[in-house]
């Protein structure tokens, strides 16, 4: 092995909050469209998703698509009857979500600040371009990558373009992130490493992931405290003549 030259580092829910607001935002829906049909009869929440899941290929992810799919459920659900007035207060709790400031985890800077002082950092997420750049813009962290890339899904293409572009061998390359989905499974897949860092909540699309192989190149820790000793261990791992 040649050991580690890059660490990548997911920003939602890894760096900071942002699921919250979407579940907060997502039971607000439920609560408007709650006055026009049974919540657990309609299978308002359920058919929420399933419209979101169907949209993905068409507005991507983040609050913007999220936003769209909401009206669109919303229509749905209601059989039209629902009113302007409450489309628009739907509306509004998009509007509210990219408005909303940017919350550092805990330990998040020390975090990424331990392990960029050892290793090239880059940033690698994934939504809506203009709210990704704003939150980045907002979190004081963007100087500490070397880039960083907002990409319309995280997949092994999309880490293999990034890391060929580095030059890097995907045995050379950790990623740090919340979803196994999205931030772990494609790099374990190429032959990376993982440092997954869960986060209390988690939206069902990151959930669905089969989990089987290469456990030996992954790394769970509690917090963003125990991310630089899980770099160095994959350090010492990665060592020439290991």
């Known amino acids: 092995m040649n050991g580690l030259r890059l660490v990548g580092f997911d920003a939602d829910d890894t760096l900071w909050r942002s699921e919250d607001y979407f579940e907060a935002a997502q039971l607000e829906f439920e609560r408007i469209v709650g006055g026009y049909v049974a919540l657990e009869e309609s299978r308002v929440r359920d058919r929420l998703y399933a419209v979101e899941k169907g949209n993905l290929a068409v507005f991507g992810y983040g609050v913007k698509g999220m936003a769209l799919s909401m009206l669109e459920a919303a229509i749905a659900i209601t059989s039209q009857r629902i009113s302007a007035a409450d489309l628009h ?38 939504g809506d371009l ?23 899904e995280k997949d092994a293409p999309t880490y293999a373009r990034v890391l060929a ?24 897949a190429l032959g990376g490493w993982g440092v997954h860092v869960p986060y209390h909540t988690t939206w069902a699309h990151e959930r669905e992931v089969e989990m089987d192989f290469a456990a030996e190149r992954l790394v769970s820790v509690g917090s963003a405290a125990g991310i630089p000793s899980a770099i160095e261990g994959i350090v010492r791992a990665t060592a020439p003549g290991v």
Do not use: C, Y
């Open 165 to 188: 572009e580095f030059d890097v061998d995907p045995v050379q390359f950790a990623m740090v992130g919340n979803s196994l989905r999205s931030d772990i499974a494609p790099v374990l």
């Open 89 to 126: 207060r739907i509306l509004a709790l998009a509007k509210d979500m990219l408005r909303h400031p940017v919350e550092l985890l805990p330990g998040v800077r020390e975090a990424v600040e331990a392990v960029a002082d050892q290793h090239p950092v880059v940033l690698i997420t994934k």
């Open 130 to 152: 203009f709210h990704q750049e704003a939150k980045v813009r907002e979190s004081g962290l963007a100087d500490l990558f070397r880039r960083i890339e907002i990409v319309s």
